[in-house]
């Protein structure tokens, strides 16, 4: 028996009955040999970590486009938020934390530059629409690598239904759904704090009546009440007063931070710029790198440039504009 078979075992003796086990797993889409020493879901978690995705989610919007100071959130950092969030109470509930921590980390592969922002621009601009949970999927499935990652049915279904409008299959998948909006909650309303558009005042006395009065003791709250709501049982949940209370608070901040802020004031320019981009290399698809060029070719013109913005980085996006769209002096050599 060689150590992922260990592994295996050691699963099925002490995982909750609704846990995924690694074992089950529904397989991949190209059939692999397995590994000796990780398990399935394990694989995916690396995989996902060394992917190039990966690594440029460090250079995009979390909520505040292009902020001034070194403790503001990323959509890196958000993802590692999840995943800690995610990873607690995957433990606690007695799930399979290696399914759950590689969920987690792809969630937000296919995000675009500038947040929701970039995703609202090329939404418009598809014609069959645009959604960052499927892009995310595409990343892994397409993309990275340039064939995909050939991850496990279970993690691409968790990476394909994480927002509010999916339903993942796996009690996994539900609690990273559950710590996505956990992370962003609470992170956002401590970047809004620390940008001086929110004060500690300013948020709503009931809901942080039931929360907490703090970012850690909201966030405390939140994971003991799903863990307590949830523990043994087929589903993953809040109470309904810890739920109400998270609903309320993310409506707060949809009203004072999301919508209309300073905190946004970057935001039309971020869109017309993205839009400028688009309309150009739709016209100018050679311009683009050649992975993107065949694409185009194999999938139609919008659907290359599409992967191409989306997957740039904020400051890869304002490069590109400055290079394409803002002129340089003359003569560009010149010694003096």
């Known amino acids: 028996m060689n150590i992922r078979e260990m592994t295996e075992e050691q699963e099925i003796k002490t995982l909750s009955p609704y846990a995924t086990l690694s074992s089950k797993s529904r397989g991949r889409l190209v059939p692999e040999e397995k590994c000796s020493v990780r398990t399935e879901f394990q694989r995916d978690r690396d ?101 995909g990652l050939n991850l496990t049915w279970e993690v691409r279904d968790g990476i394909r239904n994480h927002n509010s409008r999916g339903n993942p299959a796996t009690l996994e998948g539900q609690v990273v759904k559950i710590a996505d909006w956990i992370a962003y909650i609470n992170h956002d309303i401590d970047d809004a704090i620390r940008a001086g558009i929110l004060r500690e005042t300013d948020l709503p006395r009931e809901p942080i009546g039931v929360l907490g009065k703090s970012h850690a003791l909201r966030i405390d709250t939140m994971i003991k009440d799903i863990i307590k709501e949830s523990y043994g049982k087929p589903f993953v949940k809040m109470s309904e007063e810890v739920y109400e209370a998270t609903v309320e608070l993310r409506s707060f901040l949809f009203e004072r931070v999301y919508v209309g802020s300073s905190a946004k004031s970057q935001e039309i320019k971020a869109q017309k710029m993205l839009e400028l981009l688009f309309e150009y290399f739709s016209k100018n698809v050679e311009s683009m790198p050649e992975e993107f060029v065949a694409i185009a070719q194999k999938e139609g013109i919008e659907r290359g440039v599409c992967d191409y913005i989306a997957g740039m980085t904020d400051s890869f996006a304002v490069h590109k504009f400055r290079e394409i769209f803002v002129p340089s002096s003359w003569p560009i050599n010149a010694s003096k």
């Open 47 to 147: 995989r996902i970590l060394h992917s190039k995705a990966f690594r440029r989610m460090k250079h995009k919007t979390q909520v505040f486009i292009s902020p001034e100071g070194d403790h503001y959130r990323t959509r890196l950092t958000h993802t590692l938020e999840v995943a800690q969030i995610a990873r607690t109470i995957s433990r606690a509930l007695r799930l399979n934390e290696d399914l759950t921590e590689a969920i987690a980390l792809g969630h937000d592969l296919g995000h675009t530059p500038f947040g929701h922002s970039g995703e609202y621009v090329l939404n418009r601009l598809m014609k069959d629409g645009f959604r960052h949970e499927e892009q995310s999927l595409r990343v892994v499935d397409v993309l990275e690598r340039g064939s």
